[in-house]
């Protein structure tokens, strides 16, 4: 059975006018982001604190390096290439030789999330301070020249 339709001729326009009204939001939030961005700003106050960094190079922090390589991380003590098991021992008498209670561990970008928060772990076992010195392939070719 085929429905009959009652009216005398097909209603086109009326199916377009929620096009209409979709795109005039469209273009009244285009317009108003602007404005709302430019006026909108909020200033914040944030309460005084006693906290206060210092800076990596007053504190003079033990300098520990993991690169990434085929055969698992390599790590550095200053300049010294170190095995893991000799990682903790050197960092120990390295700070004492610095006086210092501070450690800046350098990752290069593919050391692993386990094997940084690994020696994260090490350094805050020994009572440390650890900064995080993250950098990119160009910052350690620039180096080896």
Not at 105 to 114: F, T
């Amino acid at each position: 059975m085929k429905l009959k339709m009652s009216l005398p001729e097909r209603p086109g326009w009326i199916f377009v006018v929620p096009g209409f009204d979709f795109v005039a939001l469209l273009l009244a939030l285009v317009m108003l982001t602007g404005v709302v961005a430019r006026e909108g700003l909020v200033e914040v106050k944030l309460p005084a604190t006693g906290f206060r960094t210092e800076r990596m190079i007053d504190i003079n922090p033990v300098i520990v390096t993991v690169q990434s390589s085929a055969d698992g991380p390599t790590y550095y003590v200053g300049r010294r290439q170190v095995s893991h098991e000799e990682l903790e021992e050197e960092i120990s008498t390295a700070a004492e030789e610095r006086e210092t209670r501070a450690v800046a561990i350098e990752a290069d970008q593919w050391v692993s999330v386990k094997v940084n928060q690994g020696l994260q772990e090490l350094v805050t076992g020994l009572g440390f301070r650890i900064y995080l010195v993250v950098r990119n392939e160009a910052q350690f070719l620039e180096d080896e020249e």
